[in-house]
């Protein structure tokens, strides 16, 4: 009897994950055929795999659809908002004040979700929103690539684009079982809801796996399991290795000198990067810090024109400006589309090994630096009084107590600790064993078992 693995790339994120990983080598071993049905243009996959691809119709909410999974996420916040912080700031920011047919939607959802927020309530939004694509042309067309491939297990690489819905629900009524893997390390305590239900789930860790049972009540314990995430694989594979010559040569910096580098956000969430890049470079400029390599990763999810500014006034910084291609601009989430090259897994590859400290505005950048044994320097200057925006609160969030709890970062809050942090790492470092705590917590499975953990897993299910 045939097994077939239906692998379904929702973003860039998901490219890099699993197919710029172990995970297609593997899975391609373990079953009889691996299908990627993906939501990226099928030709870009030509240089990775020769697993057949099948590019997906794209999917475009109509009003209707939009408002019940609306519905469906903001009685999710609700429900859970209680002492929850990260919830509490994603409700404020899903309000509206526009006088469009969605505003006025979205004020009545967030009076009725006043009254009603239960997780049976959250299940009867799920369904009526089923309904609104049940006879929608894509979803028919999901259909018919399910029943004609023979798929036996459905594997969704994020478990949150809200485009991925109507495959699930073609999945559903054709009794293919569905599993989802939770894409990153704060989706489950900070942001709304599901795309829809799954049969299984796939968990960084333990920690992942109680959060996921406390935020999703209607999910059972034994559909859980702990895999690591395959994220960070590339960071064991040989392929994406640079050697310190080409680093050095690459950013055309000091030998002699550490290196520090800044890794920016996203800036929706990160918008205080250039006063901190800057508080840094004028530290570096006046020497009251000692003299380092200074380079600047900005975020995938944008370009590099908010810093234009600063590559005028500091040319001593060296920028990276991640190499990630616009696939495809007309979609529901363009951001989404954008993929990066195995050229930047590499580079980014070496700035993590090569460099001497990171310092970030509480991003998941930390964890990749530390599976480096390299100290973190976290950046949150803004707070409710200061005029500037306000990053503090983020310390408030669920998945960031835990860093201030494991102690594996520093923490800071202005420039004059921001400068002392930064030469107490340059001189000693007591940190590793916080910084091993944490990866332990956070990634349940070693980097080199990433894959075939993911694999056995799924092959289990089938």
């Not at 064991?236 to 920016?264: A, G, H, R, W």
């Not at 400029?285 to 000692?290: G, L, M, Q, T, V």
Request: contains cysteine.
């Amino acid at each position: 009897m045939s097994n077939v693995l239906g692998l379904v790339i929702t973003d860039g994120v998901g490219f890099r994950n699993f197919v710029l990983s172990r995970f297609l080598e593997v899975a391609s071993k373990e079953f009889d055929e691996v299908i990627i049905l993906s939501c990226l243009p099928a030709s870009i996959y030509k240089q990775h795999t020769t697993c057949r691809v099948i590019e997906l119709d794209v999917f475009n909410e109509n009003y209707f659809t939009w408002f019940f999974r609306k519905a469906k996420e903001v009685a999710h916040l609700k429900l859970h908002a209680k002492g929850n912080l990260g919830i509490q700031d994603n409700l404020k920011t899903n309000t509206s004040k526009l006088k469009t047919t969605r505003g006025y939607g979205t004020r009545l959802i967030y009076r009725f979700t006043h009254f009603f927020h239960s997780e049976k309530t959250i299940l009867k939004l799920q369904s009526l929103q089923n309904k609104t694509f049940r006879s929608h042309k894509v979803t028919r067309s999901y259909m018919e690539i399910l029943k004609s491939e023979g798929v036996d297990l459905l594997f969704f690489t994020h478990q949150r684009p809200p485009y991925i819905a109507p495959i699930v629900y073609a999945a559903q009524q054709l009794k293919v079982k569905t599993a989802a893997f939770v894409f990153s390390w704060d989706n489950l305590a900070s942001k709304g809801r599901m795309a829809s239900n799954f049969d299984y789930y796939l968990v960084w860790s333990d920690l992942m796996k109680q959060d996921l049972l406390k935020y999703y009540s209607s999910v059972l314990a034994e559909s859980v399991a702990i895999v690591g995430t395959p994220q960070f694989e590339p960071y064991i594979m040989p392929e994406y290795k640079m050697q310190v010559e080409e680093f050095y040569q690459l950013f055309d910096i000091n030998t002699d000198l550490k290196t520090i580098c800044f890794s920016c956000g996203d800036s929706s969430t990160s918008k205080n990067d250039e006063l901190y890049i800057e508080t840094i470079a004028d530290a570096i400029k006046h020497n009251k810090i000692p003299q380092v390599n200074f380079v600047v990763r900005t975020s995938p999810a944008e370009d590099s024109e908010r810093f234009s500014e600063l590559v005028n006034r500091y040319p001593f910084i060296r920028w990276h400006f991640p190499k990630w291609e616009q696939t495809r601009s007309v979609h529901q989430e363009s951001w989404s589309q954008r993929i990066p090259t195995t050229r930047d897994l590499k580079e980014l590859r070496g700035l993590l090994e090569y460099s001497d400290i990171n310092i970030n505005m509480l991003s998941t950048m930390s964890l990749d630096f530390m599976l480096f044994n390299k100290p973190v320097i976290n950046t949150v200057f803004g707070n409710a009084s200061n005029g500037l925006y306000n990053d503090q609160r983020f310390l408030g969030y669920e998945h960031i107590i835990h860093v201030l709890n494991s102690k594996a970062t520093q923490v800071v809050t202005t420039a004059s600790d921001l400068l002392l942090a930064i030469v107490n790492y340059l001189e000693n470092d007591n940190d590793t064993s916080h910084r091993a705590n944490l990866i332990s917590q956070q990634v349940g499975v070693d980097l080199k078992n990433t894959s075939d953990t993911v694999v056995n897993t799924l092959k289990q299910w089938v």
